[in-house]
């Protein structure tokens, strides 16, 4: 389950590996990425008042661009034929675009960075030797990679995937800008104290029969409901329906079904209330309806101790949180000097020698670059601040850990 309460910053790293050779003579930076993302680079932005390098600035828009490619190549976004995300399809039931979607992920990146590099500045932290040697690795690596199999320049290389600005230096300056926000989030998270009342969670078994209000008929709720209630009135434990909801997943009954510690902030408000309720006791079972999933059949375990992914996750979501009002606040401003364009349609590349399956393995390897430094890239599944509602469960698994019986 994720939270869209505000956009959360992910930390997920993907490591540098070899790209297979890729001919580049015919490519250049205007083709590589379709005809939907020039648009969208080129905007000057400052920070507080001062003045980001433009290279940088496209640099965050294209990093953006392409971890949205890679969802939209899952599944997760709606892709174009040549397998880009496609800006121009609609985003959410307010007319916005995946172009809106898009740009204000971009500029969250972007922001970050800039916010947490400020941060490490006033708390007087510099990059170390074991910082700089990092930096100079990733670009090592990105030289032997892929300019090196590919018989050019790195700085070729450099110019190909960020634009005819970028060259080993303007590079090795944005990774340095990154390594000391990383270095500022790496403080935070390692000293952040999780409360002691947070410790221990509600610990929830659950079966999900899907019904969403947006979509699914009276007819489709009625009859998630009665599934609900059915596995209920076969379970006389939660052990029971730990096995009814694995085999109701396995055959496809119901969407989703498993147990996982409940955070605060993090599911969707129905499903939080129950697992927080004042009056639950462990064993108890219940059907709940939420208006974004449909029916769950849920068993509370008892509390259970916070594990050390938990308590980082918990830690990132505090640093969110603290960083959301003091931009809210007026303490931080990003700003550019011009409105965005409404998405162009997608149009398929006329010249398939410059766009075809090989342009996509050069997008996606962009996603080596900087990515063992940079630990704050905003896009894994989260949502868009308050324009989506908060997602139920998308993994599910069982906890190994124990219930603890002390009442919250």
Same mark, same amino acid.
């Given at each position: 389950?994720?939270?869209?309460?505000?956009?959360?910053?992910?930390?997920?790293?993907?490591?540098?590996?070899?790209?297979?050779?890729?001919?580049?003579?015919?490519?250049?930076?205007d083709?590589?990425?379709?005809n939907?993302?020039p648009?969208?680079?080129?905007?000057?932005?400052?920070f @507080?008042?001062?003045?980001i390098?433009?290279v940088?600035?496209?640099y965050?828009?294209?990093?953006t661009f392409?971890?949205?490619?890679?969802?939209?190549?899952?599944?997760?976004?709606p892709?174009?034929?040549d397998?880009?995300?496609d800006?121009?399809a609609?985003?959410?039931? @307010?007319?916005?675009t995946?172009a %809106?979607?898009?740009?204000?992920q971009?500029?969250?990146?972007?922001?970050r960075?800039?916010?947490?590099?400020?941060? =490490?500045?006033?708390?007087?932290?510099?990059?170390?030797d074991e910082?700089k040697?990092?930096?100079d690795?990733?670009?090592?690596?990105?030289?032997?990679?892929q300019?090196?199999?590919?018989?050019?320049t790195?700085?070729?290389?450099?110019?190909?995937y960020?634009?005819?600005?970028?060259d080993?230096?303007?590079?090795?300056?944005?990774?340095?800008?990154?390594?000391?926000?990383s270095?500022?989030?790496?403080?935070?998270?390692?000293?952040?104290?999780?409360?002691?009342d947070q410790?221990?969670?509600? %610990?929830i078994?659950y079966?999900?029969?899907?019904?969403?209000?947006?979509?699914?008929?009276?007819?489709?709720?009625?009859?998630?409901?009665?599934?609900a209630? &059915?596995?209920?009135?076969?379970?006389?434990?939660?052990?029971?329906?730990k096995?009814?909801?694995?085999? =109701?997943k396995?055959?496809?009954v119901?969407?989703?079904?498993?147990?996982?510690?409940?955070?605060?902030?993090?599911?969707?408000?129905?499903? &939080?209330?129950?697992?927080?309720g004042a009056?639950?006791?462990?064993?108890?079972?219940?059907?709940?309806?939420?208006? &974004?999933?449909?029916?769950?059949?849920?068993?509370?375990?008892?509390?259970?101790?916070?594990?050390?992914?938990?308590?980082?996750?918990?830690?990132? @979501?505090a640093? %969110?949180?603290?960083i959301? =009002?003091?931009?809210?606040?007026?303490?931080?401003?990003?700003?550019? @000097?011009k409105a965005?364009?409404?998405?162009?349609?997608?149009?398929?590349?006329?010249d398939?020698?410059?766009?075809?399956?090989?342009?996509?393995l050069?997008?996606f390897?962009?996603?080596?670059?900087?990515?063992?430094?940079?630990?704050?890239?905003?896009?894994?599944? %989260?949502?868009?601040?308050?324009?989506?509602?908060k997602?139920?469960?998308v993994?599910?698994?069982?906890?190994?850990?124990?219930?603890?019986?002390?009442?919250?």
């Amino acid at each position: 389950m994720l939270s869209s309460a505000a956009t959360v910053l992910a930390d997920e790293t993907v490591p540098s590996t070899a790209q297979p050779t890729i001919d580049v003579s015919k490519l250049s930076f205007d083709t590589v990425y379709g005809n939907q993302l020039p648009q969208y680079l080129g905007h000057e932005y400052t920070f @507080n008042g001062e003045k980001i390098p433009l290279v940088e600035s496209n640099y965050y828009f294209i990093m953006t661009f392409v971890q949205l490619c890679q969802y939209a190549s899952y599944g997760y976004f709606p892709a174009t034929a040549d397998g880009y995300i496609d800006l121009s399809a609609t985003f959410g039931n @307010n007319g916005e675009t995946y172009a %809106n979607y898009f740009v204000e992920q971009s500029e969250l990146y972007l922001q970050r960075i800039c916010i947490y590099k400020a941060r =490490a500045i006033e708390a007087g932290l510099k990059l170390d030797d074991e910082d700089k040697k990092a930096v100079d690795n990733e670009i090592s690596q990105r030289n032997q990679q892929q300019a090196v199999p590919a018989g050019v320049t790195l700085d070729k290389i450099l110019k190909l995937y960020f634009g005819p600005d970028c060259d080993e230096k303007a590079y090795r300056a944005i990774l340095e800008n990154a390594a000391l926000a990383s270095k500022y989030q790496q403080k935070y998270l390692a000293e952040y104290k999780v409360p002691e009342d947070q410790k221990n969670i509600p %610990n929830i078994t659950y079966a999900l029969f899907s019904a969403p209000a947006a979509s699914a008929s009276a007819d489709d709720k009625k009859k998630a409901e009665a599934s609900a209630r &059915e596995m209920l009135g076969k379970c006389k434990s939660i052990d029971d329906l730990k096995k009814l909801g694995a085999d =109701a997943k396995s055959s496809g009954v119901c969407r989703d079904a498993g147990t996982l510690p409940v955070q605060k902030g993090k599911m969707v408000p129905a499903f &939080e209330k129950w697992a927080y309720g004042a009056e639950r006791k462990e064993g108890e079972m219940d059907v709940i309806y939420s208006d &974004e999933y449909g029916y769950f059949c849920v068993g509370y375990n008892g509390l259970v101790e916070l594990d050390d992914s938990e308590k980082k996750d918990m830690a990132s @979501n505090a640093l %969110n949180a603290e960083i959301d =009002a003091a931009v809210k606040a007026g303490q931080y401003t990003l700003k550019t @000097n011009k409105a965005f364009p409404s998405p162009k349609p997608y149009a398929p590349a006329t010249d398939k020698s410059s766009n075809t399956g090989n342009v996509l393995l050069i997008v996606f390897a962009c996603i080596g670059g900087a990515a063992i430094i940079i630990i704050v890239i905003v896009l894994v599944m %989260n949502t868009v601040k308050a324009r989506k509602p908060k997602k139920a469960v998308v993994k599910s698994g069982s906890s190994k850990k124990k219930s603890n019986k002390k009442r919250r």
